[in-house]
């Protein structure tokens, strides 16, 4: 018996030198767990002696709820982000869709009766088109921000030209400087730069950075200024203020989501505090960094590195020449909305032909007199699409823009749109400003 159980207890170690010839794996369960989950184990010992038969059962109770607690918190935990995911798709389209016809034809109110209506009335329409883009730049930063921290946020990397990016954001901030009598000046060592970056997040980043330093600045100026690094292949990009300055104390929390220095609800200065917390994120994603050298009552200074180009990195270029002799615009829009929004916003400046998906055909390609093709796709055109950018990059002789609008921002399917030819994408809401500054990128292009 003595020699019987130290064999048992060598089975039970894992120490026997013995084969096994049988196993089994039962499983007694009840659903509310209340019978422990059993699983028996049967061992032949053979040897010159008698055999010996080793049975023990395992509680394998513990061990089998932890997998299915796993396995339920993994499939939540993916039912979560498919549900996230969807939300903010449909989000981004229902509010961005209205906010477009919103912003385009109240600005075009404004343009087209600016000397017809009285003060007041125009006071009305400044303070419904200014909270509408309040409205559409706090939106979009809350869904760009959900996207980052997703991890879905994708990068359309390119080549480009940082001088030209920093150019074309610096408008839209002359105003709101010239009503506080505050200059924007600029300083580059070089009249063109390349960077390897996605453009948007390199504008979204830059306009952060400038609005933050008109916004917080009362007297003197906002400086963007340009160097490179040439022996670390970067480039070196600097917002500098005179403004009020940022304390010592504050400055760990100062690219937190949601932080605000002044945090009461009746504070001087609006915003959502996501500003600094995506400027911060859309340089890293770039591959860069973003520092602050601030001074309370002083000013501040924010600086950020880019991946220079090595192949153009500085080179010197000759300016831009306007595309001459096309002033024709050919747009494929089957609600005709759009299409109507985008001919108001240019009528000055080009004659735009409207077409449906199915009266679209590659022999209008050949017309030279189109300076660019315009594309409004919803969700349900998205394949048809990318066919036809596929179609007229592959036919089009001159390799004119490709400009796609959509109310949907899907990084996977912006992605496929690139791949398939286009220049740009655009996304609703859009103004004129916006529309324009892609037009003359483009033309640069």
Known sequence: ENNAVEKIMEVLNGKTYTAIDYYEDSLLRSRDYAIPILRTNIFIIKDEDEPYIVMYHEDQTEMLLTEEEVKKARDASYESERLKNTFLN?????????????????????????????????????????????????ITQMLEFAQIEAGNYNLNTETTDLISIIQNCLPEHHKQAAEKNLEIKTNFSHKKIYVDVDVQCVENALNSLISNAVKFTHQGYVEVEVNILQEKGLAICKVRDTGIGISTKYLDHLYQPFSQEDLNVGRNYEGNGLGLALAKRYVEKLGGSLLVDSIKGVGSTFTFTLPLNQSKAFLTVNDKEELRGANKILMIDNSGETFELVKAFLKNSFTLSNYSIREFKLEFVQDSTFSHFIFDVDKNYWQQGIFICKDIKRHDPFKRPIIIISSEYIEDKIKEFYQAGATKFLVKPFGKSDLTKIINETIDS
């Open 90 to 138: 449909v989000l981004s389209h229902e509010l961005r869709t209205p906010l477009n016809i919103i912003l385009g034809y109240s600005s075009l109110i404004k343009e087209n009766l600016a000397d017809k209506i009285g003060a007041e009335d125009k006071i009305y329409l400044d303070n419904l088109h200014s909270g509408s883009e309040r409205l559409f730049k706090s």
